[in-house]
T-cell receptor, first 111, second 114 residues
Framework: KQEVTQIPAALSVPEGENLVLNCSFT??????LQWFRQDPGKGLTSLLL?????REQTSGRLNASLDKSSGRSTLYIAASQPGDSATYLC??????????FGGGTRLMVKP | ETGVTQSPTHLIKTRGQQVTLRCSSQ?????VSWYQQALGQGPQFIFQ???????GRGNFPPRFSGLQFPNYSSELNVNALELDDSALYLC?????????????FGPGTRLLVL
């Protein structure tokens, strides 16, 4: 059974800092890995999708890497801003694109 | 192009009642998945529908059931509600693909069971 873990569970940083969020998964037989953002009480917004054959994806200040063999992914956020404050969720997809989520990292960026 | 919509936004029910939640998928998306998110936790996969057929199911009891309609909209039905069913229910739509496509989530329905 696939299990996804995110560390840290919560993070508070000053504005402008570069930061790394970690995600690990137990079964390396994944088809993709997705990072989502969730604002309080809201749905999920897709940030980045990495296919199993890829090593990384970039979008603006965000960069996500994938190491399937070690069961790890990282989300790098450059020059953090208060608007980045949210919960970040990592999810791995199987052959049918059914997602298994981690518990999330709650990020607070202080002005 | 409209995004994924869900109704209602909030709902309060009592134990033992039944509830139906609705989801309209993003235009052109024929795959719909439902997730349950308890407070402070990540979403858990309930089931997925593709072309009106259940395509996969997570670890949820049979009192959680669903439907998908020819226009790809979907319903989640929960019978005999329990207190632990209180959660945010999320619907996501996507195109089918061999390696998975980005899933687009709706805003969710927050269910409170008293």
């Amino acid at each position: 059974k696939q299990e996804v873990t995110q560390i840290p569970a919560a993070l508070s940083v000053p504005e402008g800092e570069n930061l790394v969020l970690n995600c690990s998964f137990t079964d390396s037989a994944i088809y993709n890995l997705q990072w989502f953002r969730q604002d309080p009480g809201k749905g999920l917004t897709s940030l980045l999708l990495i296919q199993s054959s890829q090593r990384e994806q970039t979008s603006g200040r965000l960069n996500a890497s994938l190491d399937k063999s070690s069961g790890r992914s990282t989300l790098y956020i450059a020059a953090s801003q208060p608007g980045d404050s949210a919960t970040y969720l990592c999810a791995v997809g199987n052959a049918g694109n059914m997602l298994t989520f981690g518990g999330g990292t709650r990020l607070m960026v202080k002005p | 192009e409209t995004g994924v919509t869900q109704s209602p936004t909030h709902l309060i029910k009592t134990r033992g009642q039944q509830v139906t939640l609705r989801c309209s998928s993003q235009s052109g998306h024929n795959t719909v998945s439902w997730y349950q998110q308890a407070l402070g936790q990540g979403p858990q996969f309930i089931f997925q529908y593709y072309r009106e057929e259940e395509n996969g199911r997570g670890n949820f009891p049979p009192r959680f059931s669903g439907l998908q309609f020819p226009n790809y909209s979907s319903e989640l039905n929960v019978n005999a509600l329990e207190l632990d069913d209180s959660a945010l229910y999320l619907c996501a739509s996507s195109l089918p693909g061999n390696r998975g496509e980005t899933q687009y989530f709706g805003p969710g329905t927050r269910l409170l069971v008293l």
